[in-house]
């Protein structure tokens, strides 16, 4: 059975922490991805990368940071987090881009 | 612009019914659409996926079809059951480059649909 998993399903941080999202897949997908889902606006892809050491920017990537160092492993980095990165973070890996992607359970982060 | 537009915004349902979701797109050069299910507090699992040359494609209960011509989509749910209260969303790929310019996955901001007993 496939499987994409995320450190952690709640976390609440401080304004200007650091945070580091974790997303690891099984499948040996070369794609990954980063959406951030509010209500009333679906997800929208932050980041995402096809192979490591690669990222590219999706629609929202200000204020955040990625890191591919292993074909497993995708992190989202928030380099100094604010109330409005408040949301529902999710990660996704797929075979080929646009193809069947697979999604983590999500992140619910709260920013105080 | 690529856009997914998604209606009804949410609908409310009797157990045993049918219900039907519509999926609308602008999204070019088009490459496949998915439905996705997402229940409450977890991530969205694929229900379907469509490519241009298919009108129809089924998941038990769950029958998408395909409109290429009117950039049109539905999702028919047949006998409902509880277990179907989620959001589905609909979610269409263009065609994409390596390099190229941003997202090309454009997701619909799903519709949300209650089932009640």
């Known amino acids: 059975d496939v499987k994409v998993t995320q450190s952690s399903r709640y976390l609440v941080k401080r304004t200007g922490e650091k945070v580091f999202l974790e997303c690891v897949q099984d499948m040996d997908h070369e794609n990954m991805f980063w959406y951030r889902q509010d209500p009333g606006l679906g997800l929208r892809l932050i980041y995402f990368?096809?192979?490591?050491?690669?990222?590219e920017k999706g629609d929202i990537p200000e204020g955040y940071s990625v890191s591919r160092e292993k074909k497993e492993r995708f992190s989202l980095i928030l380099e100094s987090a604010s109330t409005n990165q408040t949301s529902m973070y999710l990660c996704a890996s797929s075979l080929e881009e646009g193809v069947e992607a697979f999604f983590g359970q999500g992140t619910r982060l709260t920013v105080v | 612009k690529n856009q997914v537009e998604q209606s009804p915004q949410s609908l409310i349902i009797l157990e045993g019914k049918n219900c039907t979701l519509q999926c609308n797109y602008t999204v070019s050069p088009f490459s496949n659409l998915r439905w996705y299910k997402q229940d409450t507090g977890r991530g969205p699992v694929s229900l379907t996926i469509?490519?241009?040359?298919?009108n129809t494609k089924s998941n038990g209960r769950y029958t998408a079809t395909l409109d290429a011509d009117t950039k049109q989509s539905s999702l028919h749910i047949t006998a409902s059951q509880l277990s179907d209260s989620a959001s589905y969303i609909c979610v269409v790929s263009a065609l994409w480059v390596r390099g190229s310019s941003a997202s090309k996955i454009i997701f619909g901001s799903g519709t949300r649909l209650s089932i009640r007993p």
């Open positions: 990368s096809y192979d490591v050491k690669m990222k």
């Open positions: 469509m490519t241009f040359s298919e």
